[in-house]
């Protein structure tokens, strides 16, 4: 894959991740991947998908700290509730951890699938949204919308983190919009990443995004990187 395109992926990421604004847990506590994880499966649960589907895949390659830096938000923007502004600057992964990453993507049927896997230096902190923090709305020039937390797919020995976000936005004064569910793994050192947002069709209405084909994929994605598929 084109370095472009890899950088596009993970800016993908990024506005989820760092915009999200909260997490949402389940699964029980995070444990470690194992001798046998390799983020290199992950692009195995390319099989999942038809051919009605273009699918692309990142060979593991290094984490690049600065792609996956939490992007700043416009400014004077304002949230409610007002103290889970905080989260919006949280970072996946902390400033000074090493480490590697894989991808697969697929786009079809109105949907794009974004699955990343990343091995890291250091077992990872896994984000609590906080009381009160289950749904944030923020608003700023040009912007509003508002990020929740979602239901999230039970994975032993896995915590996962789950979010939806809105957004509503005015390009050449016309509004335009869009949503996106991320869903983030942490077992040990490892992550496990999938997005999902609808792509965008010249004059035509956005199809919904399959949610439970999302949730399907982040638990094929973890159990091929812990080598359980």
């Not at 395109?5 to 909260?22: E, S």
């Not at 099989?47 to 700290?65: L, N, Q, R, Y």
């Not at 993507?105 to 009160?132: D, H, W, Y």
């Amino acid at each position: 894959m084109q370095p472009g395109r890899l950088a596009a992926m993970l800016r993908t990421l990024l506005l989820v991740v760092c915009a999200g604004l909260l997490a949402a847990c389940s699964g029980g506590e995070a444990g470690g991947g194992g001798k046998s994880a390799d983020i290199a499966r992950v692009v195995d649960v390319k099989s999942t998908f038809g051919p009605e589907f273009h699918v692309t895949t990142v060979a593991p390659t290094g984490i690049d700290p600065h792609l996956l830096a939490p992007q700043p938000l416009p400014q004077k923007v304002t949230f409610d509730p007002a103290d889970c502004a905080k989260l919006a600057t949280a970072s996946t992964i902390p400033k000074g951890v090493k480490g590697n990453m894989a991808a697969m993507t697929a786009e079809g049927q109105g949907n794009r699938f974004i699955a990343i896997a990343v091995e890291t230096s250091e077992p990872l902190p896994v984000n609590e949204p906080g009381k009160g923090c289950e749904r944030v709305a923020f608003a700023g020039p040009g912007a509003k919308g508002l990020v929740e937390v979602t239901d999230s797919p039970s994975i032993q020995d896995v915590q996962v983190v789950s979010t939806h976000r809105v957004v509503q936005t005015e390009v050449n004064g016309k509004p335009a919009g869009g949503e996106l569910y991320n869903y983030v793994a942490t077992f040990g050192s490892f992550l496990v990443i999938v997005t999902a947002n609808p792509t965008v069709v010249p004059d035509k209405p956005a199809a919904p995004v399959d949610v439970k084909r999302a949730r399907d994929l982040l638990v094929a994605a973890v159990a091929a990187v812990r080598g359980a598929s």
